[in-house]
């Protein structure tokens, strides 16, 4: 049987395969359903200081092959993360990531310090690609200065290891992926959302109450894979690919591209199942291929 | 518990855009309560995407049925499927509506409006499998939406029928029927499906009569397991307005806690 464990220098992971930030709720939700440490880890939904109430519904839209949302980071705060959730979760044996949310970079590093008294997080990843809470979804990984400064405030505020999210929604991704790195990022997540408008022509409204959302689903994979690829040959940190992940061949196909382990997100909400059937598809395609460890395939796209 | 099954259809029934499928589905049939939904995955392919909420329309034996209407193109591939189709159906999701022993002998109103009758059929069977008196009404714009007609008489409730135009049944909007029958009829409970309008003016009229209600929500779904947060609706309780999520913490709400979209 083909060794899956991947790893990240900063983590080991049993399997390549890590549950996405908000589509995998704060992991609970999925206990009755299957055992979570047959993940290689999970993201839990994004968090900020407080509670945050979310944007004004609907906040879904489906498109051919693609779902659009407008969530707009609904959430706990990390009070109550840290109270009600993290005790549970804290046992696992399996990577628990905290997803990390700031209105400004005084709160990215207020919830990173906060996150940082507790034991049971694996890593952060900072969420500074969510194109759901900002006007015209903007977000700080829009700009290699905005990436840089989060990266470096959160890096001094905690000295858990950090994965830095990224948007899809750039001109030039390597630019923002070493600003990342020079920053102090352990790594990368690429990508989050494409910044996306569904019309219903009828009443020539948005489709969504925010107007905008983002689009994710197997719609943008080929999109993501470009970006993974591009992005994992010119940084050094390992990259963690995303986008439209639906089976253990789009999972593979992330880590020929280049990513040294994958999130696997709106499959979920479709088959509540993916990530446990991806692993196991992983395995076998290893075994029927004669590979005997999987991290041998990551970055080997013949070009 | 939710449950993941492959459940083959036993039986389809089709009346213009309105179908009734029963599948086979001993588990999720015996754990299944009223107002309870299925997410059913109605294409094979990544396309559409999404699983469809659909109510949990009545259980019989070891199997389930789903009453729905045609209003895009997943209902629309749903009822293309035939005798022998598997379905992958997730389920029973969400809270039901509350069935409380003292409504034994009592006098239950029960309301559906076109596909909203979806629920309470099922509804309608348990408050009488507990003993209480449904009354059930039922209204849709013309006769022809009004496809399970025969089913409700058979059941042998007392029920009653309204059509917008008049074509069968009391004319007029289902609300206006439900409000005159209350002049004589004194329901301990109300619960109501259907077009948000309905729904809001049923709570206005409960609210007027003292009666309470539960209604059961529409809305279109990420993921069903209350882990997107798609569905998320403000919501009234405790004191406290936030957004709830349909899924999860409903559909059936109580009365009071719903704010209503009146646009």
């Given at each position: ?303 | ?33 009223p ?21 949990i329309h009545n ?6 049925e789903?009453f ?42 029960c309301?559906g409006?076109?596909?909203?009758l979806a629920p309470v059929y099922f509804l309608a069977r ?10 059930i ?11 399970l007609?025969?089913r409700l008489?058979?059941a ?108």
């Open positions: 049987m083909a060794d899956l464990s991947v790893d990240l220098g900063f983590l080991k992971l049993k399997n390549p395969v890590i549950a996405a930030s908000g589509t995998f709720g704060y992991g609970l939700e999925f206990q009755p359903l299957y055992d979570l440490n047959l993940l290689g880890g999970f993201v839990v939904k994004g968090l900020y200081f407080g509670p945050r109430e979310g944007n004004p519904p609907p906040r879904l839209a489906e498109t051919p092959c693609g779902l659009i949302n407008s969530i707009g980071l609904q959430g706990i705060g990390v009070e109550a993360f840290c109270r009600e959730v993290l005790p549970p979760l804290a046992s696992l044996k399996t990577a628990l990531i905290a997803n990390i949310c700031g209105e400004d970079e005084d709160e990215y590093a207020r919830v990173a310090e906060y996150l940082s008294q507790y034991k049971g997080l694996a890593a952060l990843e900072l969420n500074i690609s969510c194109p759901n809470v900002r006007e015209g979804g903007k977000c700080p990984a829009q700009g290699t200065e905005a990436t840089y400064r989060t990266v470096k405030r959160v890096r001094q505020a905690s000295s858990l290891p950090l994965i830095t999210k990224l948007s899809p929604n750039v001109t030039d991704i390597i630019s923002i992926a070493l600003a990342a790195e020079e920053a102090g990022s352990q790594a990368i997540s690429l990508v989050n959302t494409f910044l996306a408008l569904a019309i219903d022509l009828e009443t020539r409204k948005p489709k969504l109450g925010h107007v905008l959302g983002g689009l994710s689903g197997p719609a943008i994979k080929p999109l993501a894979l470009r970006m993974v690829f591009e992005a994992s040959r010119k940084i050094k940190i390992p990259v963690i690919g995303l986008g439209g992940i639906f089976s253990a061949q789009d999972a593979l196909e992330f880590m020929v591209a280049g990513a040294s382990a994958v999130e696997v997100g709106t499959a979920n909400f479709v088959n509540p199942y993916a990530c446990p059937e991806i692993i196991k598809g992983m395995e076998n395609w290893a075994d029927q291929n004669g590979i005997k460890r999987i991290n041998e395939i990551v970055g080997t796209l013949r070009v | 518990m939710l449950l993941d099954r492959k459940a083959r259809i036993t039986k389809t029934e089709n009346w213009g855009s309105y179908f009734l499928i029963s599948l086979a589905t001993p588990d999720i049939a015996r754990q299944s309560q107002g309870q939904f299925l997410m059913i995955k109605v294409s094979s392919s990544l396309q559409p995407l999404l699983r469809r909420p659909l109510s259980r019989s034996g070891q199997e389930i789903i729905f209407q045609v209003t895009g193109e997943g209902t629309r591939l749903l009822g293309q499927k035939s005798p022998g189709d598997l379905l992958d159906i997730l389920g029973p999701c969400g809270h039901g509506f509350s069935l409380k022993p003292e409504f034994k002998g009592k006098e239950i109103f309301i409006g076109g596909r909203g348990e408050l009488q499998t507990g003993g209480a008196r449904p009354i009404f039922y209204g849709g714009q013309t006769l022809s939406d009004l496809p007609k025969s008489e058979e042998g409730w007392t029920t009653n029928f309204s059509t917008d135009d008049g074509s069968f049944g009391f004319r007029g909007l289902v609300t206006q029927l439900v409000e005159k029958e209350l002049k004589g009829r004194k329901p301990a409970f109300l619960f109501g499906c259907g077009p948000e309008a309905m729904m809001a003016r049923l709570a206005e009229i409960c609210q007027a009569a003292r009666l309470p209600a539960e209604f059961s929500l529409e809305s279109n779904m990420g993921c069903g397991l209350g882990v997107c947060w798609g569905c998320a609706r403000k919501i009234r309780k405790d004191g406290k307005t936030g957004y709830l999520r349909i899924c999860q913490d409903g559909p059936v709400f109580p009365a009071e806690e719903i704010i209503w979209d009146r646009d």
